[in-house]
């Protein structure tokens, strides 16, 4: 092959890869392959863990609320999974050449910074997130995810009903000047695709240096956890977007694509959970039960509803929060913040009271083929993700309950 061919090769995959977005299928499709590879090496993927991770040994540093012996980042598979969300995030932001620090008017920062506090609530409440407690929960067949879905919906709902109810009344908190810093035009900037390349090899080289002290779970993580933030910036993976849209603008991309991802990480952990595969010495009972949580009923609801409101307002879920970091969006920033601020004061101080007041009968451990076996349990799943396709699609047409 002839160098001008082959420079014609890598600038098509280049125009392939990094000149335009996925599809948002794409993307969930292959967050789901991963999310079954996590599962397959150790447990599904949460997003929820890694900010309380952050926030507990941010208060372990400063010395307050007792949480002195919490485990150190660089040991938690968790936190390493979202801090290299966000890098690989930077990495297609920047190999792309869209990456930039963008600050918003102050009022969206404040709503960035409450929307994260709530889904810290929402998240320890109901005991996972749109990512544990949906993207995983609910092909992990737990009763309690589904739950908390109907309460993301619900969330979602009374947070769009808000914002649209806050640009008329008070128009003000959203606008303002904003400030946008190291943006590049696409025939300029060769400099981010240099810094992408060069972060790649720092990722890459962390990984290495985890799988030489025989670390491998880290390892896989930390590889992980970049391709999810570059798959998640590349394709506008997030589940906000899928619960937000039908409600606003009507679009079901979004919807369409998380439910295509859903169905691969069903398939992928039904496999599992039947087969025993990567159980090790866990008994297969132990397997089954991985992201089933004491959440049904109720629990899971009104987290699933706190949680929605959060994510709608601050404009990113626990997911699409990471990877918007790594793009420089100053408001997630502060999302995150109030996330990782709030989820570790929440689960020691608010959900020890829910707990104590709420009966047995409506936070318990519910593994839906215990009652429906596994045939009826992805059945119901399947006529849930069949009614929302059908919902999204129609309501996309119809524009029935979209708002403008």
Known sequence: MKESEKKSVFKDLYNIFFTKHWPVWTGAVLAGILNVLMFGIVSPWSGSAGYSSWGKNLYKVV???????????????WALLSIMIVLGSFIGALLSKSFAVRIPPFGELIKGFIGGSLMGIGATVGIGCSI??????????????????????LGTVVAVKYLFWEMEKFPKISTGKGFTYLAVSQDRGAWQKWMGLIVSILLFFIAYTYFQADEYVLGWFIIIGGLLGLISQRSIFCIVRAFREPFMSGDSTGAKGIIAGLLVVLFGF???????IGAGETALRAREMSFVHSNFWLRG???????????????????????RMGEGQVKLWFSALGFLLIA???SKFITPWLTDILPFNMQYKNYLPDYLGYAGSVGLVL????????FAVWNEKSGKFSQF
Do not use: D, H, Q, R
Not at 134 to 153: D, E, K, M, N, R
Not at 306 to 314: E, S
Not at 383 to 390: A, D, F, K, T
């Open 383 to 390: 006529v849930i993700l069949g009614i929302w396709y059908w």
């Open 301 to 323: 609801l009104l987290g699933g509803f706190v949680f929605g409101i959060g994510m709608t307002i601050a404009g990113g879920c626990a997911v699409g929060t990471l990877w």
């Open 63 to 77: 010395n307050i609320l007792g949480f002195e012996e919490t485990p150190s980042l660089l040991g938690n598979k």
């Open 270 to 276: 039904v496999v599992i959970k039947t087969m025993n």
């Open 132 to 153: 544990g407690g949906f993207f995983s929960g609910v092909p992990a067949l737990s009763g309690g995810a589904i739950f908390l879905t109907f309460g993301l919906f």
């Open 344 to 346: 570790p004061i929440s």
